[in-house]
Structure formats: C-alpha cells, structure tokens
C-alpha cells in the first residue's frame, strides 16, 4: 500500500476528505492529491502523521509496533492526543472506573445480553 493510499484509508476512517486532511495539516492546495504520483517530502510526513496522532513512520507503513501494542489500550483509543499505548498502572485505573461505571449503569449489559 502506498503512503497516499494508507492516507486516503486513514482520513476514512477519521471521517475525513482528503481535503480536510490536507487543510488540517497545513499544506499546499491538494498537497496529498500529487502523492499519488510523487513522494511527499518528510516535513509534509510530518504534518499529515500530526493529524492522525501517529509518527510519520507509522504513517507510511514503515513502523506498526503491531507487536508491541496488540492487545494492548492506545492512548488514540480514548481519543486523546498522545501516541502509544496507556501505562499498566492507567490501565488498572481505567478498569477499575469502568467496572464502577458498569455497576452503577446495569442496563448497559441487558443492552448488551438483548443483542
């Protein structure tokens, strides 16, 4: 897959147009567009990674970490800003506040069980 095709994945999956990702980033008018055909420089990586909360590596396929964070909670999960995963002892927190949660809000898994 190629940087603009992974680009173009992304921005989907966010929601996006490639337009936006491309405003959001600062670039050029249809920067991501000319991809298509040419390599962006590592500046403009940089950029558009910003957008997604991910390295420019991540970004081009060049670096997953898939083994490093399978299975494990991204800070991008709980949409917040920071890249790589969430420490144990947040962790902990974390499923200790749902599991509260959880048993103040029991509907949640008769919801859930009705499915």
Excluded: C
């Excluded at 055909?37 to 940089?46: F, I, Q, V």
């Amino acid at each position: 897959m190629t940087t603009f095709e992974r680009i173009k994945k992304l921005a989907k999956e966010h929601g996006m147009t490639l337009n936006e990702v491309n405003d959001k980033a600062n670039l050029g008018t249809r920067s991501i567009y000319r991809w298509k055909y040419t390599e962006p420089s590592y500046n403009s990586l940089k950029k558009v990674a910003r957008v997604f909360n991910m390295t420019p590596d991540e970004l081009t396929g060049a670096s997953t970490d898939k083994d490093k964070t399978e299975g494990k909670i991204q800070w991008k999960d709980l949409d917040m800003p920071y890249g790589g995963t969430v420490p144990d002892e947040l962790k902990d927190y974390y499923k200790a506040m749902a599991e509260q949660y959880i048993k103040q809000h029991p509907e949640i898994l008769k919801k859930r069980d009705d499915k």
